[in-house]
């Protein structure tokens, strides 16, 4: 194949100046140098772009736009090193205090813009770790941090500054709500609350069923007042259902039952665990919402063979129940995975765990002094 001669640059800029400063027709520029004339065409379109200010694709005809391509190749192969750079630094792993350390060292040379920038790093967070890094390490705050974020985890992420505070304090810390609420923030941390929900006030109690508790739910000792009610969760390809009793002593979980329907069953098995596991006690008040499985025969029945009294709450007026309201709240928040479970199986294994192990016997609860409810049943037998 053969090899097409190349024109050096200076020739082919003296035949555009030529056509374009001598007045010389491509004709006879192109006769008078030897060449083609769509050579010579071609030349002067693009020494009249050059001049134009237009960067040619190939080699320039003007010194000033040869001088350009030099320096857009220039920066070109700057971009590429800095990325090169950039993916090397970051494969070594190094640390965030690694790399501000890097930056202090070269700050004298270079500007903190082109530092942080190269560094991929914010000049704010600089500035703090200037101003903290000679400063002495705060060994009490650092041993509180490593407390919180071990506390924070035990419920699955989801422990609040209250909690926190009232196990710090148990580990000999003085530490309370504000002071948690900031370590919590310095550790990155923070616990997970749902919003609140406005419910509907009814005055009608069940014709046949008063509300005997009325609100009175501070009781003295065990075994005066449990209270029930019902919640659903999702597990795999439907809904199931947990109905969970409690003592209002010490908001204890006495008896629970899960099941795929929510049928008068489900209540009375969870109220027979809480009947046997307290011993068969004799006139304690069961309190529920005005639910069709609480007010069935069969359930009513099983009341009157424990011989326990049943109250109910007015309709609609979750309030007449809030602390089982407030069992669920913490079940779901605390506990449950955002996807819900995988089967009614998990659901009953994980939910016993949290119902029968944390919930009773590793939580703090506001009402009990931020004692668990076995730590307050245990205090007060002595």
């Given at each position: 194949m053969k090899r097409r001669n190349a024109y050096p640059r200076e020739f082919r800029l003296e035949a555009s100046q030529l056509v374009l400063d001598k007045d010389y027709s491509v004709a006879e520029a192109a006769q008078s140098l030897g060449v083609s004339h769509s050579a010579v065409r071609k030349w002067v379109k693009q020494l009249k772009e050059e001049r134009q200010g237009q960067t040619p694709r190939g080699s320039a005809l003007t010194l000033e736009q040869q001088r350009i391509k030099e320096l857009e190749n220039k920066v070109k192969q700057l971009e590429e090193h800095n990325?090169?750079?950039?993916?090397?630094?970051?494969?070594?792993?190094?640390?965030?205090?690694?790399?501000?350390?890097?930056?202090?060292?070269l700050r004298e040379l270079h500007s903190m813009v082109s530092l942080c920038d190269i560094f991929t790093l914010e000049r704010s967070r600089y500035y703090y770790w200037l101003n903290v890094k000679d400063k002495p390490i705060d060994?009490?705050?650092a041993r509180q941090l490593d407390m919180v974020k071990e506390f924070h985890q035990d419920p699955r992420g989801s422990a609040g500054a209250r909690a926190i505070a009232?196990?710090?304090?148990?580990?000999?810390?003085?530490?309370?709500?504000?002071?948690?609420?900031?370590?919590?923030?310095?550790?990155?941390?923070?616990?997970?609350?749902?919003?609140?929900?406005?419910?509907?006030?009814?005055?009608?109690?069940?014709?046949?069923i008063p509300n005997h508790l009325s609100r009175e739910f501070a009781v003295t000792?065990?075994?005066?007042?449990?209270?029930?009610d019902i919640t659903f969760i999702w597990a795999g390809t439907c809904w199931v259902y947990l109905a969970v009793v409690i003592d209002l002593f010490s908001?204890?979980?006495?008896?629970?039952?899960?099941?795929?329907?929510?049928?008068?069953?489900l209540v009375a098995k969870a109220l027979t665990m809480a009947y046997l596991i307290r011993g068969n006690p004799k006139g304690v008040m069961f309190h529920s919402d005005q639910g069709c499985q609480y007010t069935a025969s069969k359930y009513r029945q099983l009341i009157w063979r424990y011989q326990l009294k049943q109250s109910m709450s007015r309709r609609g007026n979750c309030w007449d129940n809030a602390p089982m309201e407030r069992v669920f709240r913490s079940l779901k928040s605390e506990w449950v995975p955002e996807q819900g479970y995988g089967s009614l199986d998990e659901a009953k294994t994980d939910i016993g765990e949290f119902l029968m192990g944390y919930y009773n016997k590793r939580r703090p609860h506001s009402y009990n002094g931020y004692l668990t409810p076995v730590e307050s049943e245990a205090r007060l037998a002595g």
């Open positions: 990325t090169i750079f950039k993916k090397g630094y970051r494969s070594l792993n190094v640390g965030l205090h690694q790399s501000f350390e890097i930056v202090d060292g060994l009490d705050k009232a196990k710090l304090t148990k580990k000999g810390e003085k530490v309370g709500r504000y002071k948690a609420a900031s370590l919590m923030k310095d550790a990155g941390v923070e616990s997970r609350q749902p919003g609140q929900h406005k419910y509907k006030a009814a005055p009608k109690e069940h014709v046949d000792e065990p075994n005066q007042v449990w209270c029930g908001r204890r979980v006495v008896g629970w039952s899960m099941s795929d329907s929510p049928n008068t069953e």
